[in-house]
């Protein structure tokens, strides 16, 4: 079993849609967690990091379920530059200790 | 602000060929970590370098080896390479020893293809 799963899609959806991602995690001394996004053939770059008490960044909403291992992504009225693939990444040592990804779940955004 | 660099960034190599690969950090950055990401999937830890040492190791044979510089750029090499070794290699900078992060930024990353 991967430490990191995610559902590899794709999802398409339509613009404006409401579209969500969940992630599970196995081991539960990870401390840190993440959202990363990652266009084709280019580099991930950090979406945002992700709290226990959830956290928002305009259109993109993060929540983390420590009790069940449980991580999510929520983006609303979707834009066509959404489209990209979204990396679940969990730390088990804060402070740069190394960094667990998941497959990525590819997210495409029709008009 | 310079954000982190790798050289190269397209690489073809032969089966049993040695290969460097190179990175700068960001600038005021101190670590380095290696990620190796193969098609379809998400990068796989390598190994971090902090303080010219090898702080950290994933789950990688000796073939591929590492090293960084006074000026925390750092170099990866891998010998004996094999078909499954063509991927993408990512380098990320980050700071240690700064609690309020553990943010990894990535470059751009070499695109390694062994025939």
């Known amino acids: 079993r991967k430490e990191v799963e995610q559902d590899p899609g794709p999802f398409n959806v339509p613009e404006g849609a409401t579209v969500a991602f969940n992630c599970t995690y196995s081991?539960?001394?990870?401390?840190?967690f993440f959202w990363y996004r990652q266009d084709c053939r280019k580099e991930p770059k950090l979406l945002m990091s992700?709290?226990?008490s959830g956290n928002e960044d305009g259109r993109f909403t993060a929540q983390l379920n420590r009790a069940s291992q449980y991580i999510s992504l929520l983006i609303r009225d979707s834009k066509l530059s959404d489209s990209a693939t979204y990396l679940c990444?969990?730390?088990?040592?804060?402070?740069?200790?190394?960094?667990?990804f998941g497959q990525g779940t590819t997210l495409q955004v029709k008009p | 602000d310079a954000g982190v660099t790798q050289s190269p960034t397209h690489l073809i190599k032969t089966r049993g060929q040695q290969v460097t690969l190179r990175c700068s950090p960001k600038?005021?950055?101190?670590?380095v970590s290696w990620y190796q990401q193969a098609l379809g999937q998400g990068p796989q830890f390598i190994f971090q370098?902090?303080?010219?040492?090898?702080?950290q190791r994933g789950n990688f044979p000796d073939r591929f080896s590492g090293h960084q510089f006074p000026n925390y750029s750092s170099e990866l090499n891998v010998n004996a390479l094999l078909l499954g070794d063509s991927a993408l290699y990512l380098c990320?900078?980050?700071?240690?020893?700064?609690?309020?992060?553990?943010?990894?930024?990535f470059g751009p990353g070499t695109r390694l293809t062994v025939l």
């Open positions: 600038s005021g950055h101190d670590t």
């Open positions: 370098y902090y303080e010219e040492e090898e702080r």
């Open positions: 990320a900078s980050s700071i240690t020893g700064l609690a309020s992060t553990d943010t990894q930024y």
């Open positions: 992700v709290y226990s």
């Open positions: 081991n539960s001394a990870s401390q840190s």
């Open positions: 990444v969990v730390n088990r040592v804060s402070n740069t200790g190394k960094l667990i």
